[in-house]
């Protein structure tokens, strides 16, 4: 099993940025892939990005591609979701989810572990 702890969130104009961190529990860190979901009220749980467990592979939405990057360091056994470029409709509470196994997926129910959330507020 693995626990994760999102933190980075927070009030931002848009055009600003923020970086996400999400902290996972445990000595196996680089064996889950990792990804991010997003969800504002009233809407499902959307993708957003996605990285494979050694990191050699990434996917991103249409929506935040050019302006979001994932990155993760195994030796702190955590996942980053820079955020540049935030547009108001960005807003969310942004989620970090883990799935066992090397490869990722877009789809918010292959996880099997999640995060607690952060919100994520563009004002206009």
């Known amino acids: 099993q693995v626990q994760l702890v999102e933190s980075g969130g927070g009030l931002v104009q848009a055009g600003g940025s923020l970086r996400l961190s999400c902290a996972g529990s445990?000595?196996?860190?680089?064996?889950?892939?990792m990804g991010w979901f997003r969800q504002a009220p009233g809407t499902e749980r959307d993708f957003v990005a996605a990285i494979s467990g050694v990191g050699s592979s990434t996917s991103y939405s249409n929506f935040v591609k050019g302006r979001f990057t994932i990155s993760r360091e195994n030796a702190k056994n955590t996942v980053y979701l820079q955020m540049n470029s935030l547009k108001p409709e960005d807003t969310a509470v942004y989620y970090c989810?883990?799935?066992?196994?090397?490869?990722?997926?877009?789809?918010?129910?292959?996880?099997?572990?999640w995060g607690q959330g952060t919100q994520v507020t563009v004002s206009s």
């Open positions: 445990g000595r196996t860190f680089s064996t889950y892939a």
């Open positions: 989810a883990a799935v066992r196994g090397p490869s990722y997926y877009t789809l918010a129910y292959r996880y099997d572990y």
